[in-house]
């Protein structure tokens, strides 16, 4: 079984790291944005694969990032073929789980322990169509009624 991890940097990544023993019991790769502070994990990990960091705090080039990620993330969903798509979300995750989606990985979310009460944009858009949507707050299955509650991932 072939499972890809996928997280933006921060807290997103923080969260999805709290899985490393799932990460190791796996054929498994790692993809997150490349950040001087991220390059360390390929000491740590075997697979792991960066994409562009860029965030919505810089419209002008936030788009043609978002462009470019959505065609390396294409690249890097054949060169690893998973079965399944782990992530805590945030922008660079959401291209993939739709990548995963069409051609016929198994998307299991796991919205952000950040959001007590309110949507995270990716998991608005990824509940749809998800396979398993974890929340790590009962309050957010007022959200998203038909996620799992499954406590805190830390």
């Not at 922008?91 to 993939?96: D, E, I, L, R, S």
Request: charged content about 20%; overall charge positive.
């Amino acid at each position: 079984m072939r499972v890809m991890f996928i997280a933006s940097t921060g807290g997103h990544l923080a969260e999805l790291l709290q899985l490393k023993n799932l990460l190791k019991q796996y054929d498994s790769c790692l993809i997150t944005e490349k950040t001087a502070s991220n390059l360390t994990l390929k000491k740590k990990y075997k697979n792991v694969s960066y994409l562009i960091y860029g965030t919505k705090d810089h419209p002008l080039t936030y788009p043609f990032k978002l462009l470019a990620n959505c065609f390396k993330s294409l690249f890097l969903y054949f060169k690893y073929h998973p079965d399944y798509i782990v992530t805590t979300g945030a922008h660079v995750a959401g291209p993939m789980c739709c990548i995963g989606k069409i051609f016929g990985s198994k998307i299991i979310f796991i919205e952000t322990f950040a959001n007590i009460h309110s949507k995270t944009v990716t998991g608005r858009i990824v509940y749809h169509f998800a396979d398993v949507f974890i929340v790590q707050w009962k309050s957010m299955l007022n959200e998203y009624p038909k996620a799992h509650y499954e406590g805190w991932i830390y």
